[in-house]
């Protein structure tokens, strides 16, 4: 079976394309049309390292909050926090001393140093942790 090159013919490129605009003070190239162009990208088109001088104020709940007297206890005299760091300092003391329920660890079973911070209650859920500590966490 002879296949015919006439028959493909109108697919092979037999002209050459010019990509560049013309202006009297250039000359002319031309560039062939299966030649693809890559611009290279730098370093520093791509991503801007951070110096020291340029490093951003938290924003946001990242923002390190005054603390109340009762959480400032419960922190170990720490005055400012962020809420998360917070969080986190409450439910390192949880794990660490095992007051959570073991029939449901859900429940946070609290001590005295939890009843001052939750507002004298003596189990609260563990989505709730998050509402009671607002009043500690001052603007």
């Known amino acids: ?3 015919s090159l006439n028959v493909f013919s109108s697919f092979l490129p037999s002209e050459k394309v010019s990509f560049c605009k013309s202006s009297p003070s250039a000359s002319i190239r031309h560039v062939s049309a299966n030649v693809r162009v890559f611009r290279p990208v730098t370093i520093s088109a791509v991503a801007k390292p951070t110096t020291e001088t340029e490093k951003k104020e938290p924003k946001g709940i990242m923002k390190p909050r005054r603390v109340s007297p ?6 170990g005299g720490v005055s400012e ?3 998360p760091q917070a969080l986190k300092e409450i439910w390192a003391y949880i794990k660490q001393h095992k007051l959570q329920d073991s029939a449901d660890k859900k429940v946070i079973i609290c001590d005295e140093k939890l009843k001052q911070i939750f507002g004298g209650r003596d189990r609260v859920g563990f989505l709730e942790i998050a509402g009671l500590i607002s009043p500690h966490l001052l603007k």
Do not use: D
């Not at 009762?70 to 922190?75: K, P």
């Open 70 to 75: 009762e959480m400032q206890a419960f922190l």
């Open 1 to 3: 079976m002879a296949i």
């Open 81 to 83: 926090i962020p809420r």
